[in-house]
């Protein structure tokens, strides 16, 4: 099994106890907050219906219409109830992720 293999299957576990029935996974990649000293690990797995922050606490679930942005650099930040990192080796899902919302809007909107 693969490296990309590995992680999508890491992430839809991680996601599995939070999903409602019948909602399907699009993406999902792995962020952090804080300074290194203090760095959070959270799982972001992006549905049909809704974006979902999990870490080990629980999960937050918000709405589907948020617009991640166009990644560059090494590290790409996510505003949020806080501030969120993404590395670079996760910038393809954050692609998907905001290509799969625009598939799913109307024109025009």
Request: proline share 5%.
């Amino acid at each position: 099994m693969g490296h990309q293999q590995r992680r999508v299957e890491m992430i839809a576990k991680r996601a599995a106890p939070h999903l409602e029935p019948g909602e399907r996974i699009q993406t999902g990649f792995i962020a952090q907050s804080g300074s290194w000293i203090t760095a959070r690990v959270w799982t972001f797995v992006v549905t049909d219906r809704a974006i979902l922050i999990v870490s080990r606490k629980g999960a937050q679930r918000l709405p589907r219409d948020f617009w991640f942005g166009t990644p560059s650099g090494v590290y790409h930040s996510i505003e949020l109830d806080r501030t969120y990192k993404v590395h670079r080796d996760y910038y393809a899902e954050v692609k998907t992720a905001d290509e799969a919302l625009r598939e799913t809007q109307a024109p025009g909107e």
